[in-house]
């Protein structure tokens, strides 16, 4: 660490200092030797008026900058500082490139020494941060970044983040560091620089490379630890007192209050396991269903000397299994226990593959990015699992090449010891508990090489999300830009790719007369396949265009699609898919034929060209896939299946996608899944309608015969921690348009706000209503001291939005569809829900038409068999993220008035715990408030 650096960050107004943009602040620290040796910051006037957005980021204004220097009279000292020393910023090119021409503009010259970003350093040193953002960066590594946006507080954060980068590089193993500097040349940074100076000092000692660590061809990898499987300890039978479970709880929990509903359920799960029955069990909220399942789950299982299987919907229940109740589980049971978690075979990573790209010559960005990240990422995994690893969308492509699949021409028994997902399923084989989520569950179930090992019990928590799945898993999907891709990595002749290799290997002597089809007659069928492709994908975008009206302002369409031999539309759209199919069945045949042949000389091989064939063999049965999808969606459709083109208006072909889902999932998961398994018991916080199951049960495919239900009753006390507000002076939701509509709540929302001081959640059921309201709100200007959070407007995923949600004293968040569940957030943190209007899915929705389709033919009423239903589930999904724990106080309103002037109101209500309803208007309501807080 001996060199120099100065960590700059600056303040400026906009983003473009060749279009005039000036610097408002400057900040540089001083690093040498490991240590800051000075700070030095510094307003600027920019002799021009600083935008309001950049004001209300930065917090500085006109009047403060009045009085600054200019640049030019800072620029001397910006010099002297940076002389001899590595220029370094969170994202550089940015302030690299303002400085450059303020220095021209005051007529010096402007820096050329070495530059660091920490941006890029973070990526390849900490590749599994949620976030390479400065403010997240500075929570993860705890350090204090009291005032982001402020030059000064963001150039000290960006100083000792800076320092914690270099310790770790020096950290690492010599022969990482060297893999890493073969690649870094590609990077912004001058990275090979700094790993230079650390070879030489590495390559002057002798260094031990910690035990935890092993090189295995040539790669560093953290060595695989085998499960702590203590000895067996002592049995422990069922049933189970009330006061031996109260006592096996106080093990785990230094503050335990006796939970009868978590007992009652324990009860139920080993019940049902044990007569080799099915169960359904709604737990309300506050139940701890993990652990009223996860104990009698594992006693049953250690009993019968059988592993037990515990599917999940989100990766954060997985996580919190694995990271918080199975700790606690272990200090609560007499004996030991092994649990894993076990994913699809693509999510983890093959050592082959990824040793063999490491010799591939790279020029692409991103990759040289992501084979760095993933060096390092080896020194610290012991899953191999690119769920922990966070890469960037070229970084995924990148994987694509290096996921885990079957292979043919690699078959590389060097790694095959060391290979993570044959570990992850060795894991499996010896566990008790094997975590997994709801698709593999139902892949599994027919693939030819299981992945999961023998199992007839099961637990599938948040079990409402099984049909979703399932729809998903027993349907297709066809989309425009996947299948071209596949084309295009084949490539044509004349681009050099995988078709190009493949008839390079074709020419060799033994294979010379073998082909009965020539190079050139191949590379015609691709030209043709890549054109068809196009055509295809263009009559269907016709189609659906034709048979949508567009709805004003919102450019996805989404439009049903049955085969009617009348139609003339349908007719187009069949012949031109008999077309593409044929070609593609034709093209897939003679691709088959000739990798067999290759296959004749595999010995003579390159492992370079073996990997390039793997990766050929894999992205042709790609296509055998699609070439079914097509013959079943549009060749042969039936009834039980509907289909239906989602697309972007704004993009012809490239953003369309056919979809087909059973009408019904309920009889092949019957047949499938619960006729195979002794016992699965399915739970969740929302299973019953009216606090019957039988909604459910259908859905599933389940008969009350087969499958015993039960309630277990939430312990926390609604009618004291929550208060429910309907106000009656808002327009009924159908009745005005929506601008009008918007208008009235936007109103409520600003003056409730007001009052409870932000802390809110706001579900929508569209995202065109969810937009509109942010822009008003934002126009308003009343809320300006509050973070407003919208889901599709901010940035980054479900979870980074609730956590930034979380940073801010006063905040909104405002979500859709996956926001009405698996959102927790717990006590202050929200006070205030509001449910703008009930969760019904639209009528035009393709999956709800055809299932009220299918209801009305077999004499049933699709409102009150489906439609109602899956709405109560929702609203009750919904309804459960405010009180979260037994402290919890919130306030709900529902600003949808059919809650209370439509007979099916009552049903919502009725199928959540009791609460007390109010009707208020809105000056009521904020007296109600100010009293209830």
């Known amino acids: 660490m001996g060199n120099k650096y100065v960590v700059i960050d600056l303040e400026t107004t906009g983003n473009a200092p060749k279009k005039g943009d000036r610097i408002i602040q400057f900040a540089a620290v001083v690093i040498e030797n490991g240590k800051i040796i000075e700070e030095y910051s510094s307003l600027v006037n920019p002799l021009q008026l600083i935008p309001p957005f950049i004001e209300e980021l930065t917090g500085l204004n006109d009047e403060m900058v009045e009085d600054a220097p200019v640049f030019s009279e800072i620029a001397p000292k910006v010099l002297t500082l940076l002389e001899g020393a590595y220029f370094v910023a969170h994202n550089v090119l940015f302030d690299l490139s303002f400085l450059q021409e303020?220095?021209?503009?005051?007529?010096?010259?402007?820096?050329?020494?070495?530059?660091?970003?920490?941006?890029?350093?973070?990526?390849?040193?900490?590749?599994?941060?949620?976030?390479?953002?400065?403010?997240?960066?500075?929570?993860?590594?705890?350090?204090?970044?009291?005032?982001p946006h402020q030059a000064d507080s963001d150039a000290y954060v960006t100083a000792e983040l800076l320092l914690l980068l270099l310790a770790k590089l020096e950290r690492l193993p010599l022969n990482t560091i060297k893999q890493l500097h073969k690649l870094s040349s590609g990077l912004k940074s001058d990275l090979d620089l700094l790993m230079d100076n650390i070879m030489i000092k590495k390559e002057s000692s002798i260094e031990t490379i910690p035990d935890f660590l092993e090189i295995h061809h040539g790669i560093t990898l953290k060595r695989g630890q085998d499960q702590e499987g203590l000895d067996d300890g002592e049995k422990m039978e069922y049933p189970i007192s009330q006061s031996a479970k109260a006592e096996m709880f106080k093990k785990a929990f230094s503050t335990y209050e006796t939970r009868l509903g978590q007992f009652s359920m324990m009860d139920s799960v080993y019940q049902a396991f044990n007569q080799e029955k099915h169960a359904m069990i709604e737990a309300g909220t506050g139940v701890g269903k993990s652990l009223a399942y996860l104990i009698p789950s594992s006693i049953y299982g250690k009993e019968n000397n059988q592993p037990i299987v515990i599917s999940t919907y989100t990766t954060q229940l997985q996580e919190q299994l694995l990271l918080n109740d199975i700790p606690k589980l272990r200090q609560m049971l007499p004996f030991s226990l092994k649990a894993v978690l076990l994913k699809g075979r693509s999510h983890y990573l093959s050592m082959a593959k990824f040793e063999q790209t490491l010799k591939d010559y790279e020029d692409n960005y991103d990759t040289i990015l992501t084979k760095m990240q993933i060096l390092v990422w080896l020194t610290e995994t012991e899953t191999g699992d690119i769920d922990e690893l966070n890469l960037s969308s070229g970084g995924m492509l990148f994987w694509n090449k290096i996921k885990n699949d079957e292979t043919v021409f690699l078959k590389s028994k060097s790694w095959l010891s060391r290979d993570f997902y044959l570990r992850a399923r060795k894991a499996a084989l010896q566990s008790d508990l094997i975590i997994t989520n709801h698709s593999l569950l139902l892949i599994d179930l027919v693939a030819e090489n299981k992945i999961l090992p023998e199992y007839s019990h099961v637990i599938i928590d948040e079990g409402h999300h099984l049909m979703k799945v399932s729809g998903k898993h027993f349907g297709h999907t066809l989309d425009y830009l996947t299948t071209r891709l596949l084309l295009s990595q084949i490539g044509l002749m004349e681009q050099k790719q995988l078709l190009f290799k493949l008839e390079?290997?074709?020419?060799?002597?033994?294979?010379?007369?073998?082909?009965?089809?020539?190079?050139f007659e191949v590379n015609q069928m691709m030209v043709e396949l890549s054109y068809e492709t196009d055509e295809f994908f263009k009559v269907i975008s016709v189609y659906a265009k034709k048979k949508t009206k567009s709805k004003k302002g919102y450019n996805r369409i989404s439009s049903r699609f049955t085969a009617d031999e009348s139609s003339k539309d349908w007719q187009t759209v069949h012949i031109e898919a008999e077309r593409f199919f044929f070609l593609l069945k034709d093209f897939t045949q003679v691709m088959t034929t000739r990798l067999e042949l290759v296959k004749t000389i595999q010995g003579s091989m390159s492992a370079r060209e073996k990997s390039f064939m793997e990766e050929l063999t894999s992205l042709v049965d790609e296509l055998k896939e699609t070439a079914i999808t097509i013959k079943r969606m549009f060749l042969n459709p039936t009834d039980e299946f509907v289909s239906w083109i989602e697309m972007d208006e704004r993009s012809m072909q490239n953003a369309t996608t056919v979809y087909a889902q059973p009408v019904s999932v309920g009889q092949y998961l019957k047949e499938q899944f619960f006729s195979k398994k002794k016992s699965a018991v399915i739970t969740s916080a929302t299973l019953s309608v009216k606090n019957s199951f039988n909604y459910m049960l259908k859905e599933l495919g389940l008969q009350s015969t087969d499958c015993s239900v039960e309630q277990i009753q939430s312990p926390f006390n609604y009618e004291e921690q929550i208060k429910l507000i309907i106000p009656d002076d808002l327009p009924e939701v159908n009745a005005v348009p929506l601008e009008e509509y918007v208008a009235s709540?936007?109103?409520?929302?600003?003056?409730?706000?007001?009052?409870?001081?932000?802390?809110?959640?706001?579900?929508f059921t569209s995202h065109e209503m969810l937009r509109k309201t942010y822009e008003l709100i934002k126009e308003s200007g009343f809320l300006h001291d509050y973070a407003i959070i919208a889901q599709g407007i901010s940035s980054g995923s479900r979870s980074r939005l609730?956590?930034?949600?979380?940073?801010?004293?006063?905040?909104?968040l405002l979500g859709t569809s996956s926001f009405w569940e698996g959102v927790d957030i717990p006590g202050e943190d929200l006070t205030c829900l509001i449910i703008v209007r009930l969760p019904f899915s639209p009528p035009d929705e393709p999956i709800t038409e055809a299932k009220c389709d299918q209801i009305k033919q077999n004499g049933g009423n699709p409102f009150s068999d489906y439609t109602l239903p899956e709405a109560i589930i929702r609203f009750k999904q919904g309804f459960g993220r405010l009180i979260r724990t037994k402290n919890d106080r919130g306030l709900i309103f529902i600003f949808d008035r059919r809650l209370v002037t439509t007979k099916y109101g009552n049903a919502f209500l009725q199928s959540i715990p009791p609460v007390k309803v109010e009707k208020s208007t809105i000056n009521d309501t904020i007296t109600l408030i100010k009293q209830w807080l």
């Open 102 to 147: 303020e220095l021209i503009e005051a007529g010096y010259n402007g820096f050329y020494g070495p530059i660091l970003d920490t941006v890029e350093m973070s990526r390849v040193l900490i590749p599994t941060a949620d976030s390479f953002q400065l403010s997240e960066l500075a929570l993860r590594e705890g350090l204090n970044h009291e005032r």
């Open 745 to 763: 709540i936007t109103e409520h929302i600003i003056s409730i706000a007001e009052v409870t001081k932000g802390r809110m959640l706001i579900l």
């Open 802 to 812: 609730t956590r930034n949600f979380q940073k801010f004293d006063k905040a909104i």
């Open 504 to 519: 390079q290997l074709l020419e060799n002597e033994e294979l010379k007369n073998h082909e009965e089809i020539h190079s």
